[in-house]
């Protein structure tokens, strides 16, 4: 696949998962998902565990480790099925994803920097601290141009 193929793949991939990463960030993350369907729902904890097939407690204590990370994903898709629903399964980026790979681009690019410079003081060869910061951003941007795997390697 060429570059160009790359490229208009990965801004495609950034956009959906940007789409979907604002919605989800509106939504508290301690929401206790299995009670809050189920109220909404107009069903209590009895009704649930009859669908489910265990007791009013086993119900119970579903929506308790659900808020502890306590329960598997299949389970969790047993209870969103129970209530007819569908479990979506996402990893949210905390930023749009094109700032965190900016960040990236900077963190491994400063770090570029601060070996040369090292190198180029020794040498009694410094550049101006500006002039430094222009060399971050120009090879900050080389990589997210380039979006070689090398981006994230240490």
């Not at 956009?15 to 604002?22: E, F, L, R």
């Not at 598997?72 to 209530?83: D, F, K, P, W």
Request: proline letters at 2%.
């Amino acid at each position: 696949m060429s570059s160009v193929f790359k490229k208009i793949e990965r801004e495609q991939c950034q956009n959906q998962v940007n789409k979907i990463a604002k919605l989800v960030r509106s939504i508290p993350t301690e929401t206790d998902w299995i009670k809050l369907v189920r109220t909404a729902l107009g069903m209590n904890s009895t009704q649930l565990a009859r669908l489910l097939g265990v007791s009013r407690n086993q119900a119970l204590k579903l929506e308790k480790a659900e808020l502890v990370g306590g329960i598997t994903i299949r389970r969790l898709e047993e209870v969103a099925q129970s209530m007819k629903c569908r479990l979506v399964y996402a990893f949210v980026p905390e930023n749009d994803v094109e700032e965190i790979i900016k960040k990236q681009a900077r963190l491994k690019a400063g770090k570029i920097m601060k070996e040369a410079s090292i190198h180029m003081m020794l040498e009694a060869q410094s550049l101006p601290h500006d002039v430094e910061l222009q060399e971050v951003n120009r090879l900050a941007d080389k990589f997210i141009d380039e979006m070689g795997r090398e981006l994230w390697n240490k």
